[in-house]
């Protein structure tokens, strides 16, 4: 190599040293971090990169040669007796089945494994928290203490005994007398929330994800603001072990130091004897053969990670035999037995390059960022809604900012907050307009309200556009080749005022706008004439009247029957349907009082629409007709959606919140505030199997 290109490769090494020095700040000392972990990952895998390319380079200081944070200075430190070490990545299936090679060949080289027999692993998920070791002596929490750099840690004991599912003492007469637990600190999805909804009532800091919000609660100088603060722990691992012996004698049993007479001889075996001393370990693991067994557990927990009551950020598997794991053995700090197999990264940082306003249905102007695109969460996201005026304020977010994106699962992307450290010069705060951006109408924020909105109503084209596409939608009227850019050409060009226009159609007239043969205005005609005789429900829906949702609309069909039932209810009329309280009542009340809306609905008539009458519910012998079913914590087998189906299927009805009219709670692993509201007001809880056996599947 010329030597100025050592001389760059140098000088970029210092670049990112200096950068991931001043990230891991931010992170570990602050609890604020500047950039998305992914991009932090990239630097660390950059700055290995080059360095295993050019290990001359390798100073003792570089970030990449130590195990994880250095510790702060305002707790006590701990030297753990075991290290505490960190685990290799696989971003994808490649990577797995180079592990399982490297760890099968070097078994049946050791002779563990016969030629063709598949490596027996242990499967768990990779929490998304901190890591922390407790040490019990005689079965008594004496000190835990933060990983640090693997060697020293910081003590936070104090913190973690305000933590309750750490048991202060562990279960049963046989306590080892010493033992080390390994495992992960973390927060659920549900208290980060409520959390940050806390903090920010009382105007103090929010925190950008459960784990910053862990971070920061268990470094509290004062135990009582952690002990507000709800951490849950979960156990993978150990370190020192000691065990008592039956005359009273005492006998280091250290895995490192290659002892055969650890209490049990597999991770498995050892993970369910940390349970039967009474700390929690996850019942999502899984013991898994060979590399098929490895990547058909980590598809199946991706499916269910949107639902996990807590974030995780991939799955970890551990070679079971403890025999084998001391023969794979370490390299640099993390074991050969065992690798992190990580999901795509649900974070990521991008600039806002603008905010723009966009007028919805029901006139409500919506802030909405246009990012500069970014791939997250398996997607390119290149915008992303703001919701309302005081969410940007909240999240004190700048044209120009750069941002921490965030896409989930499936859910919507969102900008989960600013890093002002990062605002360029020129950003711009961001105002909404005092008139719709479309319709020019003044706009109104009414004062209990966080929505701004247009006032124009259906004068507003945007609110008349989206209000025929929403009528004409799947779950509304169904009109079948209705698409947007339709819409917006009828509406623009005066034809269609409201969905009765629809019906008054030709195909001739059709054909005539752009996009449009002869043959597709000839279907679209065939879709609006189908949709003549809508079910009353559909049509109820597709009226978009403020509050009424697909169920809700079918509830009233059913109780009422017709749409001139409807029409003329009074509000005791309405508040006697089920589930319809004096917000919904109100908002139907004030809908059908409108002459304009009546006006509609007569059009309507007058083209041919008239609503069938609702099908009886589904047959009343199905075993869950009438009742409703609350889905809470993660069950053994089935993924929420399946559970719904199965439960709609049967005729049942799945609601989100328990009441006293919730005929069942069906909870798995890690069910939270649902179940404890479902035994206060005494209503029925199954698990998986309870809820097969409901469904005639058991
Ligand atoms: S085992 C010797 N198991 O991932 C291996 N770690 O880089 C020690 N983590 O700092 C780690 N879930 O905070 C292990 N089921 C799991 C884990 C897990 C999360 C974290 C842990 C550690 C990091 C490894």
Same mark, same amino acid.
């Given at each position: 190599?010329?030597?100025?290109?050592?001389?760059?490769?140098?000088?970029?090494?210092?670049?990112?040293?200096?950068?991931?020095?001043?990230?891991?700040?931010?992170?570990?000392?602050?609890?604020?971090?500047?950039?998305?972990?992914?991009?932090?990952?990239?630097?660390?895998?950059?700055?290995?990169?080059?360095?295993?390319?050019?290990?001359?380079?390798?100073?003792?200081?570089?970030?990449?040669?130590?195990?994880?944070?250095?510790?702060?200075?305002?707790?006590?430190?701990?030297?753990?007796?075991?290290?505490?070490?960190?685990?290799?990545?696989?971003?994808?299936?490649?990577?797995?089945?180079? !592990?399982?090679?490297?760890?099968?060949?070097?078994?049946?080289?050791?002779?563990?494994?016969?030629?063709?027999?598949?490596?027996?692993?242990?499967?768990?998920?990779?929490?998304?928290? =901190?890591?922390?070791?407790?040490?019990?002596?005689?079965?008594?929490?004496?000190?835990?203490?933060?990983?640090?750099?693997?060697?020293?840690?910081?003590?936070?004991?104090?913190?973690?005994?305000?933590?309750?599912?750490?048991?202060?003492?562990?279960?049963?007469?046989?306590?080892?007398?010493?033992?080390?637990?390994?495992?992960?600190?973390?927060?659920?999805?549900?208290?980060?929330?409520?959390?940050?909804?806390?903090?920010?009532?009382?105007?103090?800091?929010? !925190?950008?994800?459960?784990?910053?919000?862990?971070?920061?609660?268990?470094?509290?100088?004062?135990?009582?603001?952690?002990?507000?603060?709800?951490?849950?722990?979960?156990?993978?691992?150990?370190?020192?072990?000691?065990?008592?012996?039956? $005359?009273?004698?005492?006998?280091?049993?250290?895995?490192?130091?290659?002892?055969?007479?650890?209490?049990?001889?597999?991770?498995?075996?050892?993970?369910?004897?940390?349970?039967?001393?009474?700390?929690?370990?996850?019942?999502?693991?899984? %013991?898994?053969?060979?590399?098929?067994?490895?990547?058909?557990?980590?598809?199946?927990?991706?499916?269910?990670?949107?639902?996990?009551?807590?974030?995780?950020?991939?799955?970890?598997?551990?070679?079971?035999?403890?025999?084998?794991?001391?023969?794979?053995?370490?390299?640099?700090?993390?074991?050969?037995?065992?690798?992190?197999?990580?999901?795509?990264?649900?974070?990521?940082?991008?600039?806002?390059?603008?905010?723009?306003?966009?007028?919805?249905?029901?006139?409500?102007?919506?802030?909405?960022?246009?990012?500069?695109?970014?791939?997250?969460?398996?997607?390119?996201?290149?915008?992303?809604?703001?919701?309302?005026?005081?969410?940007?304020?909240?999240?004190?977010?700048?044209?120009?900012?750069?941002?921490?994106?965030?896409?989930? $699962?499936?859910?919507?992307?969102?900008?989960?907050?600013?890093?002002?450290?990062?605002?360029?010069?020129?950003?711009?705060?961001?105002?909404?307009?005092?008139?719709?951006?479309?319709?020019?109408?003044?706009?109104?924020?009414?004062?209990?309200?966080?929505?701004?909105?247009?006032?124009?109503?259906?004068?507003?084209?945007?609110? *008349?556009?989206?209000?025929?596409?929403?009528?004409?939608?799947?779950?509304?009227?169904?009109?079948?080749?209705?698409?947007?850019?339709?819409?917006?050409?009828?509406?623009?060009?005066?034809?269609?005022?409201?969905?009765?226009?629809?019906?008054? =159609?030709?195909?001739?007239?059709?054909?005539?706008?752009?996009?449009? $043969?002869?043959?597709?205005?000839?279907?679209?005609?065939?879709?609006?004439?189908?949709? *003549?005789?809508?079910?009353?429900? *559909?049509?109820?829906?597709?009226?978009?009247?403020?509050?009424?949702?697909?169920?809700?609309?079918?509830?009233?069909?059913?109780? !009422?029957?017709?749409?001139?039932?409807?029409?003329?209810?009074?509000?005791?009329?309405?508040?006697?349907?089920?589930?319809?309280?004096?917000?919904?009542?109100?908002?139907?009340?004030?809908? !059908? %009082?409108?002459?304009?809306?009546?006006?509609?609905?007569?059009?309507?008539?007058?083209?041919?629409?008239?609503?069938?009458?609702?099908?009886?519910?589904?047959?009343?012998?199905?075993?869950?007709?009438?009742?409703?079913?609350?889905?809470?914590?993660?069950?053994?087998?089935?993924?929420?959606?399946?559970?719904?189906?199965?439960?709609?299927?049967?005729?049942?009805?799945?609601?989100?919140?328990?009441?006293?009219?919730?005929?069942?709670?069906?909870?798995?692993?890690?069910?939270?505030?649902?179940?404890?509201?479902?035994?206060?007001?005494?209503?029925?809880?199954?698990?998986?199997?309870?809820?097969?056996?409901?469904?005639?599947?058991?």
């Amino acid at each position: 190599m010329k030597q100025s290109e050592t001389q760059s490769v140098a000088q970029r090494i210092d670049f990112l040293r200096r950068e991931i020095d001043k990230h891991n700040h931010h992170y570990y000392v602050e609890d604020a971090p500047l950039i998305s972990d992914a991009e932090y990952d990239r630097l660390m895998s950059e700055l290995a990169a080059l360095e295993e390319a050019h290990p001359d380079l390798i100073t003792p200081y570089s970030p990449t040669q130590r195990v994880g944070a250095a510790p702060a200075s305002a707790f006590a430190s701990v030297r753990h007796a075991v290290l505490m070490r960190s685990l290799s990545n696989a971003f994808d299936p490649e990577d797995v089945a180079a !592990f399982d090679k490297r760890v099968t060949d070097a078994l049946r080289g050791a002779g563990l494994l016969p030629a063709g027999g598949a490596v027996e692993y242990m499967a768990e998920l990779k929490f998304d928290g =901190l890591a922390v070791s407790l040490r019990y002596e005689n079965g008594l929490l004496v000190q835990a203490a933060t990983r640090g750099d693997g060697q020293t840690g910081e003590d936070i004991t104090a913190n973690v005994r305000t933590v309750r599912s750490v048991p202060l003492r562990l279960r049963g007469d046989d306590v080892p007398e010493v033992l080390e637990v390994r495992g992960e600190m973390l927060m659920t999805r549900q208290d980060f929330e409520r959390l940050n909804e806390q903090q920010q009532k009382r105007r103090e800091k929010v !925190f950008v994800n459960p784990r910053n919000a862990a971070a920061g609660s268990l470094r509290q100088l004062d135990p009582r603001v952690t002990a507000g603060r709800p951490l849950r722990f979960f156990a993978y691992g150990w370190g020192e072990i000691r065990l008592r012996r039956k $005359g009273g004698q005492v006998d280091l049993f250290q895995q490192e130091a290659g002892d055969a007479a650890m209490p049990r001889d597999t991770h498995s075996g050892m993970l369910e004897w940390l349970a039967g001393l009474g700390l929690p370990v996850s019942d999502l693991r899984r %013991s898994v053969r060979g590399l098929d067994g490895l990547l058909a557990y980590y598809e199946d927990i991706g499916k269910r990670r949107a639902e996990l009551p807590f974030e995780i950020d991939g799955v970890v598997y551990k070679v079971d035999s403890l025999a084998a794991q001391n023969v794979l053995g370490y390299v640099a700090r993390a074991p050969r037995y065992a690798i992190a197999h990580k999901f795509p990264a649900q974070e990521e940082t991008t600039v806002v390059l603008d905010i723009d306003v966009q007028v919805g249905r029901t006139g409500a102007l919506t802030p909405v960022a246009r990012l500069k695109p970014v791939f997250v969460g398996g997607v390119t996201v290149t915008n992303a809604t703001l919701h309302n005026e005081d969410e940007v304020r909240r999240k004190g977010i700048y044209i120009g900012d750069t941002v921490i994106v965030r896409r989930a $699962g499936d859910v919507i992307p969102e900008v989960v907050a600013a890093i002002p450290e990062l605002r360029p010069d020129d950003a711009r705060p961001f105002s909404m307009p005092q008139s719709c951006p479309v319709c020019g109408s003044a706009v109104e924020r009414l004062e209990d309200e966080a929505v701004t909105r247009c006032t124009g109503g259906l004068f507003c084209a945007a609110q *008349r556009k989206q209000s025929i596409t929403h009528a004409a939608g799947r779950k509304a009227l169904d009109i079948e080749g209705l698409g947007e850019k339709l819409v917006d050409q009828l509406v623009e060009s005066g034809r269609v005022k409201s969905i009765a226009d629809l019906f008054t =159609l030709t195909a001739l007239e059709l054909a005539a706008y752009e996009r449009m $043969g002869r043959k597709s205005a000839e279907n679209l005609i065939k879709a609006i004439d189908q949709a *003549r005789k809508p079910e009353l429900a *559909r049509l109820l829906f597709a009226m978009g009247i403020r509050h009424v949702g697909e169920t809700t609309a079918r509830d009233l069909a059913q109780h !009422f029957g017709s749409l001139d039932a409807i029409m003329d209810a009074d509000e005791e009329a309405l508040l006697a349907v089920r589930d319809v309280g004096p917000v919904v009542a109100g908002s139907v009340r004030r809908f !059908f %009082s409108e002459p304009h809306n009546r006006e509609i609905v007569a059009a309507l008539r007058k083209a041919g629409v008239e609503p069938v009458q609702e099908s009886l519910p589904a047959g009343g012998n199905l075993p869950l007709a009438g009742k409703t079913l609350v889905l809470t914590g993660t069950l053994p087998n089935w993924t929420r959606d399946e559970a719904t189906r199965h439960i709609m299927a049967a005729g049942g009805k799945v609601s989100g919140s328990v009441s006293r009219k919730t005929s069942y709670v069906v909870a798995g692993e890690e069910a939270g505030s649902k179940l404890e509201k479902a035994h206060s007001l005494g209503v029925a809880v199954l698990d998986e199997d309870g809820l097969k056996a409901l469904l005639g599947m058991k």
